[in-house]
Protein backbone atom coordinates (compact mmCIF):
# COMPACT_ATOMS: atom_id res chain seq x y z
CA UNK A 1 0.00 0.00 0.00
CA UNK A 2 3.14 2.17 0.73
CA UNK A 3 4.09 2.20 -2.42
CA UNK A 4 0.93 5.03 -3.66
CA UNK A 5 2.06 7.25 -1.41
CA UNK A 6 4.26 9.07 -4.03
CA UNK A 7 1.61 8.05 -7.15
CA UNK A 8 0.12 10.31 -9.38
CA UNK A 9 -2.51 10.02 -11.88
CA UNK A 10 -0.31 8.91 -14.79
CA UNK A 11 0.86 6.14 -12.62
CA UNK A 12 -2.37 5.05 -10.88
CA UNK A 13 -3.87 4.48 -14.90
CA UNK A 14 -1.08 2.55 -15.69
CA UNK A 15 -0.98 0.16 -12.87
CA UNK A 16 -2.48 -2.90 -12.81
CA UNK A 17 -3.93 -3.56 -9.86
CA UNK A 18 -5.29 -0.60 -10.34
CA UNK A 19 -6.79 -0.90 -13.54
CA UNK A 20 -8.14 -4.56 -12.56
CA UNK A 21 -9.85 -2.88 -9.73
CA UNK A 22 -11.78 -0.68 -11.81
CA UNK A 23 -12.87 -2.72 -14.53
CA UNK A 24 -13.39 -5.77 -12.33
CA UNK A 25 -13.97 -5.27 -8.47
CA UNK A 26 -14.58 -7.50 -5.60
CA UNK A 27 -15.58 -6.63 -2.71
CA UNK A 28 -11.87 -6.86 -1.23
CA UNK A 29 -10.36 -4.78 -3.70
CA UNK A 30 -12.82 -2.07 -3.00
CA UNK A 31 -11.85 -2.50 0.98
CA UNK A 32 -8.34 -2.44 -0.29
CA UNK A 33 -8.75 1.10 -2.35
CA UNK A 34 -11.12 2.87 0.35
CA UNK A 35 -8.00 2.14 2.99
CA UNK A 36 -5.24 3.71 0.53
CA UNK A 37 -7.30 7.05 0.02
CA UNK A 38 -7.65 6.61 3.83
CA UNK A 39 -4.26 6.05 4.74
CA UNK A 40 -3.27 9.41 2.03
CA UNK A 41 -6.45 11.22 1.52
CA UNK A 42 -4.15 13.73 -0.58
CA UNK A 43 -4.88 10.43 -3.29
CA UNK A 44 -8.48 10.92 -3.62
CA UNK A 45 -8.52 13.62 -6.43
CA UNK A 46 -5.75 11.72 -8.61
CA UNK A 47 -7.72 8.13 -7.59
CA UNK A 48 -11.06 9.85 -8.87
CA UNK A 49 -9.83 11.18 -12.27
CA UNK A 50 -8.18 7.88 -13.14
CA UNK A 51 -11.42 5.98 -12.59
CA UNK A 52 -13.25 8.43 -14.50
CA UNK A 53 -10.95 8.24 -16.95
CA UNK A 54 -10.73 3.97 -17.12
CA UNK A 55 -14.58 3.96 -17.13
CA UNK A 56 -15.06 6.48 -19.86
CA UNK A 57 -13.08 3.78 -21.86
CA UNK A 58 -13.35 0.43 -20.29
CA UNK A 59 -14.24 -2.59 -22.55
CA UNK A 60 -17.94 -3.08 -22.65
CA UNK A 61 -17.60 -4.51 -26.20
CA UNK A 62 -15.24 -6.76 -27.69
CA UNK A 63 -13.28 -4.86 -29.18
CA UNK A 64 -13.37 -1.43 -27.62
CA UNK A 65 -14.67 1.03 -29.89
CA UNK A 66 -12.28 2.97 -32.30
CA UNK A 67 -13.18 6.36 -31.31
CA UNK A 68 -12.45 5.28 -27.85
CA UNK A 69 -8.84 3.59 -28.78
CA UNK A 70 -8.21 7.27 -30.57
CA UNK A 71 -9.12 9.06 -27.53
CA UNK A 72 -6.24 7.10 -25.61
CA UNK A 73 -3.96 7.68 -28.50
CA UNK A 74 -4.70 11.19 -28.70
CA UNK A 75 -4.30 11.77 -25.17
CA UNK A 76 -0.29 10.60 -25.93
CA UNK A 77 0.16 12.78 -28.66
CA UNK A 78 -1.37 15.99 -27.14
CA UNK A 79 1.06 14.98 -24.50
CA UNK A 80 3.81 14.95 -26.93
CA UNK A 81 3.11 18.38 -27.92
CA UNK A 82 2.79 20.20 -24.71
CA UNK A 83 6.53 18.76 -24.53
CA UNK A 84 5.59 16.90 -21.20
CA UNK A 85 8.47 14.40 -20.44
CA UNK A 86 8.95 11.34 -22.67
CA UNK A 87 8.15 9.23 -19.45
CA UNK A 88 4.61 10.70 -19.31
CA UNK A 89 4.32 10.10 -23.33
CA UNK A 90 4.88 6.34 -22.09
CA UNK A 91 2.77 6.76 -19.78
CA UNK A 92 -0.04 7.55 -21.91
CA UNK A 93 0.88 4.69 -24.46
CA UNK A 94 1.15 1.67 -21.79
CA UNK A 95 -2.42 2.98 -21.25
CA UNK A 96 -3.40 2.59 -24.57
CA UNK A 97 -2.10 -1.22 -24.83
CA UNK A 98 -2.54 -1.90 -21.61
CA UNK A 99 -6.71 -1.49 -22.23
CA UNK A 100 -6.59 -2.91 -26.00
CA UNK A 101 -5.37 -6.54 -23.87
CA UNK A 102 -7.52 -5.56 -20.89
CA UNK A 103 -10.30 -5.85 -23.45
CA UNK A 104 -9.56 -8.75 -24.70
CA UNK A 105 -9.10 -10.46 -21.70
CA UNK A 106 -11.90 -9.14 -19.71
CA UNK A 107 -14.59 -12.11 -21.08
CA UNK A 108 -12.11 -14.65 -19.41
CA UNK A 109 -11.69 -13.09 -16.22
CA UNK A 110 -15.13 -12.21 -15.08
CA UNK A 111 -16.17 -13.74 -12.86
CA UNK A 112 -19.23 -16.24 -12.82
CA UNK A 113 -22.41 -15.01 -12.97
CA UNK A 114 -23.62 -13.27 -9.48
CA UNK A 115 -25.64 -15.84 -7.37
CA UNK A 116 -29.56 -15.68 -8.53
CA UNK A 117 -31.52 -14.07 -5.32
CA UNK A 118 -34.30 -14.46 -7.87
CA UNK A 119 -34.09 -18.45 -6.89
CA UNK A 120 -34.18 -17.80 -3.22
CA UNK A 121 -37.71 -17.95 -2.60
CA UNK A 122 -39.27 -19.74 0.39
CA UNK A 123 -43.03 -18.70 -0.50
CA UNK A 124 -43.11 -22.03 -2.31
CA UNK A 125 -42.27 -24.28 0.78
CA UNK A 126 -44.35 -25.03 3.43
CA UNK A 127 -41.41 -27.16 5.38
CA UNK A 128 -38.30 -26.14 6.59
CA UNK A 129 -35.93 -27.93 4.25
CA UNK A 130 -31.65 -28.69 3.27
CA UNK A 131 -31.49 -28.46 -0.50
CA UNK A 132 -28.21 -30.43 -1.19
CA UNK A 133 -25.89 -29.65 -4.40
CA UNK A 134 -26.85 -32.76 -6.43
CA UNK A 135 -30.78 -31.40 -5.54
CA UNK A 136 -31.92 -33.76 -3.26
CA UNK A 137 -34.01 -32.62 -0.34
CA UNK A 138 -34.60 -33.32 3.07
CA UNK A 139 -37.23 -32.38 5.28
CA UNK A 140 -37.33 -30.22 9.07
CA UNK A 141 -40.35 -31.07 10.47
CA UNK A 142 -40.01 -29.60 13.49
CA UNK A 143 -40.50 -25.62 14.18
CA UNK A 144 -36.73 -25.41 15.59
CA UNK A 145 -34.01 -27.51 14.64
CA UNK A 146 -29.97 -27.44 14.56
CA UNK A 147 -28.09 -27.91 11.27
CA UNK A 148 -24.51 -28.85 11.65
CA UNK A 149 -22.29 -28.70 8.33
CA UNK A 150 -19.00 -30.83 9.79
CA UNK A 151 -15.51 -30.36 7.67
CA UNK A 152 -15.88 -33.78 7.02
CA UNK A 153 -18.77 -33.07 4.75
CA UNK A 154 -21.42 -34.69 6.99
CA UNK A 155 -24.42 -32.77 7.82
CA UNK A 156 -26.19 -33.34 11.22
CA UNK A 157 -29.78 -32.41 11.65
CA UNK A 158 -31.11 -32.70 15.59
CA UNK A 159 -28.37 -34.94 15.60
CA UNK A 160 -29.20 -37.32 12.90
CA UNK A 161 -26.70 -37.54 9.76
CA UNK A 162 -27.79 -37.10 6.43
CA UNK A 163 -27.22 -39.62 3.41
CA UNK A 164 -24.21 -36.73 1.86
CA UNK A 165 -22.05 -38.94 0.77
CA UNK A 166 -21.55 -37.24 -2.47
CA UNK A 167 -20.67 -34.27 -0.91
CA UNK A 168 -17.09 -33.17 -1.08
CA UNK A 169 -17.44 -33.62 -4.77
CA UNK A 170 -19.58 -30.61 -5.42
CA UNK A 171 -17.36 -27.83 -3.99
CA UNK A 172 -18.63 -25.13 -6.58
CA UNK A 173 -21.78 -25.60 -6.10
CA UNK A 174 -24.10 -24.77 -2.64
CA UNK A 175 -26.03 -26.27 0.11
CA UNK A 176 -29.51 -24.28 0.62
CA UNK A 177 -31.00 -24.12 3.76
CA UNK A 178 -34.76 -23.06 3.66
CA UNK A 179 -36.80 -21.96 6.61
CA UNK A 180 -40.51 -21.22 5.50
CA UNK A 181 -42.56 -18.59 7.52
CA UNK A 182 -43.47 -20.79 11.26
CA UNK A 183 -39.51 -22.20 11.59
CA UNK A 184 -36.06 -21.48 12.85
CA UNK A 185 -32.66 -23.06 13.12
CA UNK A 186 -29.77 -22.19 14.25
CA UNK A 187 -26.68 -23.28 11.88
CA UNK A 188 -23.27 -24.43 12.11
CA UNK A 189 -21.03 -23.49 8.83
CA UNK A 190 -18.07 -25.38 7.89
CA UNK A 191 -15.51 -22.90 9.37
CA UNK A 192 -17.49 -23.01 12.56
CA UNK A 193 -19.27 -19.61 12.39
CA UNK A 194 -22.89 -20.34 14.01
CA UNK A 195 -25.65 -18.53 11.95
CA UNK A 196 -29.34 -18.35 13.46
CA UNK A 197 -31.56 -18.53 10.29
CA UNK A 198 -35.37 -16.80 11.20
CA UNK A 199 -38.48 -17.51 10.16
CA UNK A 200 -39.52 -16.69 6.16
CA UNK A 201 -34.98 -16.80 5.22
CA UNK A 202 -33.27 -18.63 2.65
CA UNK A 203 -28.87 -18.84 3.55
CA UNK A 204 -26.96 -20.88 0.46
CA UNK A 205 -23.29 -21.35 1.44
CA UNK A 206 -20.58 -23.61 0.15
CA UNK A 207 -19.82 -26.97 0.69
CA UNK A 208 -16.67 -26.28 2.58
CA UNK A 209 -15.06 -22.71 2.71
CA UNK A 210 -11.62 -23.39 0.61
CA UNK A 211 -11.03 -20.46 -0.84
CA UNK A 212 -9.20 -16.60 -0.10
CA UNK A 213 -13.41 -15.48 1.04
CA UNK A 214 -15.87 -17.12 3.18
CA UNK A 215 -18.97 -16.19 1.17
CA UNK A 216 -22.68 -16.93 1.74
CA UNK A 217 -26.03 -15.69 0.65
CA UNK A 218 -28.98 -14.49 2.47
CA UNK A 219 -32.67 -13.25 1.84
CA UNK A 220 -34.82 -12.84 5.01
CA UNK A 221 -32.71 -12.62 8.29
CA UNK A 222 -30.11 -13.95 10.27
CA UNK A 223 -27.81 -13.37 12.94
CA UNK A 224 -24.31 -14.31 12.33
CA UNK A 225 -21.82 -15.36 15.35
CA UNK A 226 -18.20 -15.08 13.04
CA UNK A 227 -15.36 -17.13 13.99
CA UNK A 228 -12.30 -14.85 13.14
CA UNK A 229 -10.23 -15.66 10.24
CA UNK A 230 -8.24 -12.02 9.05
CA UNK A 231 -6.90 -14.52 5.98
CA UNK A 232 -10.20 -15.65 5.07
CA UNK A 233 -12.84 -12.47 5.47
CA UNK A 234 -16.97 -13.68 5.62
CA UNK A 235 -18.86 -11.99 3.30
CA UNK A 236 -22.73 -11.67 3.49
CA UNK A 237 -24.30 -11.30 0.37
CA UNK A 238 -28.14 -9.71 -0.05
CA UNK A 239 -30.20 -8.52 -2.92
CA UNK A 240 -28.78 -4.97 -1.75
CA UNK A 241 -26.14 -4.67 0.28
CA UNK A 242 -22.94 -6.54 0.71
CA UNK A 243 -21.11 -7.33 4.52
CA UNK A 244 -17.96 -8.22 5.24
CA UNK A 245 -16.25 -9.08 8.36
CA UNK A 246 -13.16 -11.18 9.99
CA UNK A 247 -14.94 -11.98 12.77
CA UNK A 248 -18.01 -10.52 14.89
CA UNK A 249 -21.59 -10.91 15.84
CA UNK A 250 -24.50 -9.23 13.76
CA UNK A 251 -27.53 -8.87 12.59
CA UNK A 252 -29.05 -8.87 9.11
CA UNK A 253 -32.51 -8.43 7.97
CA UNK A 254 -32.91 -8.70 4.08
CA UNK A 255 -36.94 -9.66 3.86
CA UNK A 256 -38.15 -8.88 0.36
CA UNK A 257 -40.98 -7.48 1.41
CA UNK A 258 -39.24 -4.86 3.11
CA UNK A 259 -38.52 -1.46 2.47
CA UNK A 260 -35.27 -1.70 3.90
CA UNK A 261 -31.94 -4.36 4.95
CA UNK A 262 -30.66 -3.75 8.16
CA UNK A 263 -27.51 -4.45 9.29
CA UNK A 264 -27.33 -4.32 13.43
CA UNK A 265 -24.12 -5.20 14.71
CA UNK A 266 -23.49 -6.40 18.18
CA UNK A 267 -19.20 -7.10 18.42
CA UNK A 268 -16.31 -6.65 16.03
CA UNK A 269 -16.68 -4.18 12.81
CA UNK A 270 -18.35 -4.76 9.47
CA UNK A 271 -18.32 -2.93 6.37
CA UNK A 272 -21.45 -2.76 4.46
CA UNK A 273 -21.77 -1.69 0.98
CA UNK A 274 -24.14 -1.23 -2.10
CA UNK A 275 -24.21 -3.71 -4.84
CA UNK A 276 -22.84 -0.46 -6.85
CA UNK A 277 -19.58 -0.23 -8.58
CA UNK A 278 -17.09 1.67 -6.59
CA UNK A 279 -19.47 2.87 -3.90
CA UNK A 280 -17.79 3.26 -1.03
CA UNK A 281 -18.42 0.88 1.98
CA UNK A 282 -19.62 2.11 5.12
CA UNK A 283 -18.43 0.92 8.51
CA UNK A 284 -20.23 0.64 11.63
CA UNK A 285 -19.36 0.32 15.49
CA UNK A 286 -21.07 -2.26 17.86
CA UNK A 287 -23.95 -0.64 18.95
CA UNK A 288 -24.59 0.66 15.34
CA UNK A 289 -26.94 0.11 12.87
CA UNK A 290 -26.45 0.51 8.95
CA UNK A 291 -29.87 0.85 7.11
CA UNK A 292 -30.23 0.89 3.38
CA UNK A 293 -33.27 1.89 1.99
CA UNK A 294 -34.45 0.47 -1.03
CA UNK A 295 -36.76 3.16 -2.60
CA UNK A 296 -33.93 6.20 -2.06
CA UNK A 297 -31.07 3.65 -2.65
CA UNK A 298 -28.86 5.41 0.19
CA UNK A 299 -27.59 4.15 3.58
CA UNK A 300 -27.81 5.88 7.09
CA UNK A 301 -26.38 4.93 10.34
CA UNK A 302 -27.70 5.32 13.92
CA UNK A 303 -27.30 3.84 17.22
CA UNK A 304 -29.34 1.91 18.69
CA UNK A 305 -30.18 -0.82 21.26
CA UNK A 306 -29.26 -4.39 19.43
CA UNK A 307 -31.18 -6.40 22.00
CA UNK A 308 -34.21 -5.35 20.13
CA UNK A 309 -33.18 -6.45 17.13
CA UNK A 310 -31.74 -9.76 17.97
CA UNK A 311 -34.16 -10.37 20.74
CA UNK A 312 -35.91 -13.39 18.39
CA UNK A 313 -32.97 -15.84 18.66
CA UNK A 314 -33.73 -16.07 22.20
CA UNK A 315 -37.54 -16.41 21.59
CA UNK A 316 -38.50 -12.89 22.08
CA UNK A 317 -38.87 -9.75 20.51
CA UNK A 318 -38.15 -6.20 22.71
CA UNK A 319 -40.20 -3.07 21.10
CA UNK A 320 -39.60 0.14 21.85
CA UNK A 321 -42.79 2.77 20.22
CA UNK A 322 -42.71 0.19 17.19
CA UNK A 323 -44.97 0.74 14.89
CA UNK A 324 -47.68 -2.11 15.63
CA UNK A 325 -48.01 -2.86 11.49
CA UNK A 326 -44.24 -3.67 11.79
CA UNK A 327 -44.99 -5.88 14.56
CA UNK A 328 -47.21 -7.91 13.82
CA UNK A 329 -45.60 -8.32 10.34
CA UNK A 330 -43.08 -10.15 12.53
CA UNK A 331 -45.36 -12.52 14.52
CA UNK A 332 -46.87 -13.12 11.23
CA UNK A 333 -43.63 -14.55 10.14
CA UNK A 334 -43.07 -16.28 13.11
CA UNK A 335 -45.93 -18.27 13.60
CA UNK A 336 -46.81 -18.40 10.01
CA UNK A 337 -50.54 -16.90 10.49
CA UNK A 338 -52.83 -15.16 8.13
CA UNK A 339 -53.29 -11.75 9.83
CA UNK A 340 -55.15 -9.24 8.50
CA UNK A 341 -54.72 -4.99 9.56
CA UNK A 342 -58.88 -3.47 9.44
CA UNK A 343 -58.43 0.53 9.29
CA UNK A 344 -55.58 2.70 9.70
CA UNK A 345 -53.22 1.77 12.57
CA UNK A 346 -49.80 3.50 10.72
CA UNK A 347 -49.83 5.83 13.90
CA UNK A 348 -50.33 3.22 16.46
CA UNK A 349 -47.19 2.04 18.37
CA UNK A 350 -46.11 -0.70 21.12
CA UNK A 351 -43.63 -0.83 23.93
CA UNK A 352 -43.28 -4.40 25.66
CA UNK A 353 -41.57 -7.42 26.01
CA UNK A 354 -43.58 -10.34 23.90
CA UNK A 355 -42.50 -14.18 24.52
CA UNK A 356 -42.85 -16.21 21.59
CA UNK A 357 -43.22 -19.17 23.51
CA UNK A 358 -47.09 -18.43 24.06
CA UNK A 359 -49.36 -19.38 21.11
CA UNK A 360 -50.27 -16.48 18.83
CA UNK A 361 -53.80 -15.53 20.32
CA UNK A 362 -51.62 -14.59 23.55
CA UNK A 363 -49.31 -12.48 21.77
CA UNK A 364 -51.91 -10.70 19.89
CA UNK A 365 -53.74 -9.94 22.99
CA UNK A 366 -50.84 -8.55 24.50
CA UNK A 367 -50.61 -6.19 22.01
CA UNK A 368 -54.05 -5.36 21.79
CA UNK A 369 -54.38 -4.75 25.39
CA UNK A 370 -51.59 -2.19 25.72
CA UNK A 371 -52.53 -0.43 22.31
CA UNK A 372 -56.19 -0.23 22.51
CA UNK A 373 -57.09 -2.56 19.67
CA UNK A 374 -59.23 -5.58 19.54
CA UNK A 375 -58.27 -9.40 18.39
CA UNK A 376 -61.28 -11.34 16.02
CA UNK A 377 -60.44 -14.79 15.02
CA UNK A 378 -62.69 -16.10 12.32
CA UNK A 379 -61.14 -20.08 11.05
CA UNK A 380 -57.67 -19.50 10.17
CA UNK A 381 -57.78 -15.58 10.03
CA UNK A 382 -57.01 -12.85 12.76
CA UNK A 383 -58.25 -9.70 12.25
CA UNK A 384 -56.77 -6.46 14.01
CA UNK A 385 -58.92 -3.83 14.45
CA UNK A 386 -58.40 -0.18 15.74
Not at 110 to 121: D, I
Request: aromatic residues 10%; proline residues 4%.
Amino acid sequence: MKKYKNYNFDQFVTDSDFIQWVLNSTVESDHFWKNVIQQFPEKEGAINEAVAFIQSLKAVEKPIPQERLDLVWNKAKQAKVRKISLQAVWWWAAVFIMLVGISLLIPKIQKAPKFNFAENKTEQYNEARIILPDGSVSSIPQKESEIKIASAGEIIVNKDTLNSANLQQSQEKFIKVVMPYGQQTSLQLPDGTTVYVNAGSQLSFPVSFDGKKREVYLTGEAFFDVVKDKEHPFIVYTPDVDIMVTGTEFNVSAYSDDNFTQTVLVEGAVSVSKKVRFSKSIDISPGESALFDKESESISTSKIDTEQYTSWIHGYIICENDPVNEVIKKIGRYYNSDIILDGDLSNITFSGKLDLKEDVQNVLNSIAYTSSLTVETEHDIIRIKN
